[in-house]
């Protein structure tokens, strides 16, 4: 039974992290308050560290990772003298002697603060780029809160942005292509007197149109980092929850996606609850469609739970108005949702995929690197308490160019090779890890991993590598694939991101506030604090730095939270010299390697902010604030550019107890204006690059 709203003005104690309950309701569904979907045998991490020492030796003859006790160093498998320094503790004595910060870095961190509007570093200026309902189709109208349609929306920017990208528009000096996620909608700050009970198809009709997925060029002011949007762009476009998309890749015309109004499995209206995401190589986006279980109405069979679908209506009631939202009468149709959807933003007549290839789970986002040979490896993750995160390796390689046949070509990339789950092994015995935070005796909470095969698709069709399902059942049903392959649970893996200079791998894992609680699992290696609240970084490193490879080493790179609490680790930095960090979640890279952390749920008191840390060199984990969200909002979507910042500021005001009559945040137009969300651009005021 969903818990009634407590009608409070900040976010409530209960609900994980700093969330409000109004947050859990329209994002997630109260996913944290079900129970939780995962209920298989799996070894947990600390599971498999009791017989970890006799393993030392076979770990080091496989070359994966040795730890040289005495300098807290990991020796991983292919590393040079200089990435194996990288590694070690820095002493606070050695960190005064250094630069001010790593280059990219190089700015007055913001402090932890409350304020009602976006507060950046001294000697930078912001702008909102673009806003919930600013028309960019031709012939739409300005956005009028009191006047909201279905049609109007479909051609206004939508709600509730969370990934971005700003890609390269050639032929047009100064402009850009801005792509941009609508996660979710929240109706309650939408819509004046709505009634959660009874809501319109009016009402339904505008929030479909709200979600998916906004195209819009954006010119850039020669003398400043400012961006505007471009209306009526022959570029522009927008797709929502009845746009037309393709199933594509091993699952297109299976038996489990067919419907009354698809008999034949490939046609699929909409995209929803899109989350992170990435860019390709090959200059398409892909947006990872997330708590898409919160829609659906009236599941009963055992891979509905599985999925955290509900017995019952759901909290939207969309199923009144369309009978694909209610799986009594149509229950194929929720297995056409849960995928990673590629969009090729410079032809907008395209329609977009869904990548089956991929799998089917809670994607919080599918950020992409090329092997040696030019063939895609995607890295996403399962966005829920003890779920896994995955890659897939394609077979089929990128081609050069930008011709039609070329274009063709890259699209299918994702439609053949093998999908993976990852499984973890700590290198530390059990007594050492007692979920305090406490370093075990070797310096740094690490260990091995493999990647563990769930399917392999090709031209020819599919094979499992699971007993006793196929494959379509693999793609269709990966998180019980997972469960049946052994792959470990983890603490909501987000978003997962490689880092372009120095190729090692980065998993947001935001918090599980059951870890330790009752009767789940306690802390171990790799989740090595009870009751979890404010997640970690993990670093993997894929054997002799190779995405294809099936080994890789990891360690925990960030232990979230407020320094002065002993239970935190930034890397070895000296922690009276970082800043404070709570819920990890978006991550990205900028051009100098460092990694930026966009938080959601901050549980330290303060809102949520955009974070820069330095990856490799004397100054690896300082971690510095670059800036703050206003009130009940989350950082989105960064994006790190040598000259600009782009976040997406998601849900501002949602806190427990607002509405349109009772607004929480006055942001981004002031008092007496609507609450929207809206994407925001940040650059330093000389015109100089960020951070250096």
Request: proline share 7%; aromatic share 8%.
């Amino acid at each position: 039974m969903r818990k009634p709203l407590p009608l409070i003005g900040t976010p409530s104690a209960s609900h994980p992290g700093g969330r409000s309950a109004l947050t859990c309701r329209f994002r997630c569904g109260d996913a944290c308050f079900h129970e939780v979907p995962n209920t298989s045998s799996n070894e947990y991490v600390g599971d498999v560290i009791a017989g970890a020492l006799a393993r030392r030796s076979m770990l080091r003859a496989a070359a994966v990772v040795t730890v040289a006790a005495a300098t807290g160093t990991a020796a991983v498998a292919g590393a040079t003298p200089a990435e194996a320094a990288a590694h070690r503790p820095v002493s606070p004595a050695s960190a005064r002697k250094m630069p001010s910060a790593a280059r990219g870095l190089r700015f007055t961190p913001v402090p932890p603060n409350t304020a009602d509007t976006v507060t950046v570093p001294e000697g930078y200026r912001q702008s909102v780029v673009i806003r919930w309902g600013d028309p960019i189709l031709r012939g739409v109208p300005a956005f009028d809160p009191e006047r909201q349609s279905a049609k109007a929306q479909a051609g206004q920017f939508g709600y509730n942005c969370d990934f971005l990208a700003l890609l390269p528009l050639k032929g047009e000096r100064g402009r850009h292509l801005l792509v941009a996620n609508h996660e979710y909608t929240n109706e309650t700050l939408m819509f004046r007197g709505y009634d959660s009970e009874n809501p319109t198809r009016e009402q339904a009709e505008i929030s479909w149109a709200a979600h998916g997925l906004s195209v819009v060029v954006v010119e850039e002011d020669p003398r400043s980092g400012k961006l505007t949007p471009v209306p009526r762009h022959p570029l522009n476009r927008r797709l929502t929850a009845t746009s037309k998309f393709r199933l594509t890749g091993p699952v297109a015309g299976s038996d489990l996606v067919k419907t009354s109004v698809d008999p034949g499995g490939t046609r699929v209206l909409g995209t929803l609850n899109n989350c992170a995401g990435g860019t390709t190589p090959w200059g398409t986006t892909l947006h990872g469609e997330e708590n898409f279980n919160q829609y659906f109405a009236n599941g009963s069979r055992e891979t509905d739970k599985r999925y955290g679908i509900g017995t019952g209506a759901t909290g939207r009631k969309w199923e009144r108005f369309d009978k694909r939202f209610d799986l009594a009468q149509e229950p194929n149709e929720v297995h056409r949702f849960g995928y990673v959807v590629e969009l090729d933003p410079y032809d907008p007549t395209s329609t977009p995929r869904k990548h089956t290839a991929l799998g089917r789970f809670k994607h919080e986002g599918a950020t992409v690197r090329l092997t040696h040979d030019g063939r895609p490896v995607v890295y996403s993750g399962d966005d829920e308490r003890f779920e896994y995160f995955y890659k897939f390796v394609g077979s089929k390689r990128m081609r050069h160019g930008t011709g039609r046949s070329v274009r063709e070509h890259n699209l299918t990339l994702l439609d053949e090779g093998t999908l993976y789950v990852a499984r973890l092994t700590g290198d530390s015995p059990a007594f050492e890890i007692d979920g305090s935070g406490t370093l075990p005796e070797d310096g740094e909470f690490d260990g091995s991993g493999e990647w563990i095969p769930l399917a392999t698709a090709t031209a020819d069709g599919a094979v499992s590598h699971v007993e006793g399902m196929t494959a379509e059942e693999v793609f269709v049903f990966t998180r019980l694939a997972a469960d049946k392959a052994g792959a470990t649970k983890m603490d909501r893996p987000e978003d997962v991101e490689p880092n372009p200079v120095t190729g090692k791998v980065y998993v947001a894992l935001t918090n599980n506030s059951r870890r330790g609680v009752g009767s789940y699992p306690a802390a171990d290696e790799a989740n090595p604090r009870n009751a979890n609240k404010h997640g970690h970084v993990l670093e993997l490193t894929e054997r002799w730095n190779r995405p294809e490879s099936t080994r890789f080493a990891w360690s925990l790179f960030l232990v979230a939270g407020d320094p002065k609490d002993p239970s935190t680790y930034f890397a070895g930095f000296p922690k009276d010299s970082v800043s404070p960090i709570s819920c990890p979640d978006n991550v990205a890279f900028d051009a100098h390697g460092n990694l930026w952390i966009a938080t959601d749920g901050n549980a330290l008191g303060s809102h949520d902010g955009l974070f820069g840390v330095a990856t490799r060199g004397d100054r690896r984990g300082e971690l510095r604030q670059f800036l703050t969200v206003p009130r009940g909002a989350e950082t989105c979507g960064p994006v790190i550019q040598d000259r600009r910042v782009l976040v997406a500021v998601q849900h501002p005001g949602e806190v427990d107890g607002a509405s349109v009559e009772k607004p929480a945040s006055t942001w981004p137009d002031g008092p007496g204006t609507c609450t929207r969300p809206a994407v925001v651009a940040v650059w330093r005021a000389d015109g100089g690059a960020i951070g250096v």
